[in-house]
């Protein structure tokens, strides 16, 4: 069949969403991830701004090359690659019937990139994790790595073991599990690029539905993948009293007894990215270059300018916790965050979801902010 998407023309299979993903027939299509490749291509365009000599894209997992077809209709230089044979001839057909210039082609994406690399953009869209494909995408990119993971679960240590397996680091399952789950990703994306003196930096990232989407940008050079490397560390995370605690650093200290409530019942997250998932101008100037003819412009908008307002603090807390904690009804988003800035604290609300908010503040000093008089 054939869809609209960016103003484009594309023909697709039928949809395959969710669990179904990477199994059945046919060529992969998943109208849900439009959201995605909207702001994937407003990324595309604020990112000529801030390095002009991004040429080339590698929609790496093309399956029916949308990704590719909008990138080359933005003026990329695109190669769409996949191991599905139909998947190629459909990429090509999608790039054809929009007159596009642009190649498919049927390798698996790790040779290819080793033998015709390097690449300026890559896009990583793979089933679940993208971990089998970040070494060749580190070794073999120049600008700017984009990487979907949809494999939440283990990313966020609701499947410790295989999360420790993939991601070679220990997430822990909290009621942060979106930023933890974006975190391990973007730790051991960081750590996959150092081995080949690359810093990666995100300058844009967001987890929305289930999956998690982060733009890491490179630079190349031993000090520079060491700077970046800083900004990992851990997170003790009390389970009773919901304290965390960020600490940077390779090597973890471990924490006995939560200082906050006395709990031997601490976990400890790491190795996690601790610095900034966004970048507030970048995030700003992507959300500009959304436009009208885009399905998800409205939504690609609202989150993209509550990531560009975002506090960069690595934990995020839930306001309907919190409340279920103090015994107290909660009361609105923003109110919450209007009454603890008006406390002295940093605060935002967080992209995750609509009860997600973040803060400078402790917990007890967000319920002496909130609840005032009635916190005793
Ligand atoms: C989730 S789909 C991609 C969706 C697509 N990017 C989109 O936006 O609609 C994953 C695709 O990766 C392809 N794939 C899996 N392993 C691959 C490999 N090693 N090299 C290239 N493509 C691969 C699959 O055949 C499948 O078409």
Redesign the pocket.
């Known amino acids: 069949m054939d869809i609209e998407e960016g103003g484009l023309t594309v023909s697709v299979p039928e949809a395959r969403d969710g669990a179904s ?2 199994t059945g027939g046919g ?4 109208p849900t ?1 439009e959201l ?2 909207d702001v994937t291509v407003a990324t595309l365009r604020a990112y000529r701004d801030r390095e002009p000599r991004a040429a080339s894209y590698l ?6 090359g ?2 590719g077809v909008r990138a080359a209709a933005e003026g990329y230089r695109v190669t769409c ?4 044979a139909d ?1 190629v001839d459909l990429a090509a057909a999608n790039l054809d019937a929009n007159g596009l210039d642009g190649e498919a082609v049927h ?4 040779a ?1 990139l080793y033998d015709e690399g390097p690449f300026d953009v890559v ?1 990583l ?3 679940g994790t993208p971990i ?2 970040a070494d060749a995408a580190f070794a073999n990119g120049r600008n700017l790595i984009c990487v979907t993971a949809t494999d939440t679960a283990p990313l966020c240590g609701a499947h410790l073991n295989s999360g420790i397996r993939k991601y070679g680091a220990v997430p822990r399952n909290t009621d942060y599990h979106p930023e933890m789950g974006l975190r391990t990703l973007i730790s051991a994306l960081v750590r996959t690029a150092a081995r080949y003196d690359k810093a990666a930096r995100p300058i844009l990232s967001h987890v929305s539905r289930h999956y998690a989407r982060t733009y890491l940008e490179l630079e190349s050079g031993a000090r520079a993948a060491d700077d970046c490397l800083e900004a990992l560390g851990h997170v003790d995370h009390c389970e009773d009293c919901l304290w965390r605690e960020a600490t940077p650093g390779h090597i973890a200290d471990p924490v006995a007894a939560c200082p906050e409530c006395g709990s031997d019942r601490v976990l400890t997250a790491g190795p996690i990215w601790l610095g900034p998932v966004a970048d507030a101008d970048f995030a700003r100037a992507v959300r500009r270059e959304v436009t009208d003819d885009m399905g998800e412009a409205k939504r690609a908008r609202k989150l993209l300018g509550t990531v560009a307002r975002e506090l960069d603090t690595p934990t995020h807390y839930d306001q309907h916790r919190l409340y279920k904690e103090w015994g107290e009804p909660a009361i609105g988003m923003e109110e919450f965050v209007e009454r603890v800035r008006a406390a002295g604290h940093e605060a935002s609300r967080a992209h995750y979801r609509g009860t997600a908010v973040k803060s400078t503040a402790s917990i007890p000093e967000m319920r002496e902010a909130v609840l005032g008089d009635d916190a005793d």
């Open positions: 993903e990477g060529v992969f299509f998943n991830q995605n490749r929609d790496a997992m093309a399956a029916s949308i990704r690659a996949d191991v599905d998947a390798r698996d994406v790790n290819l896009d869209d793979p089933y089998p494909f």
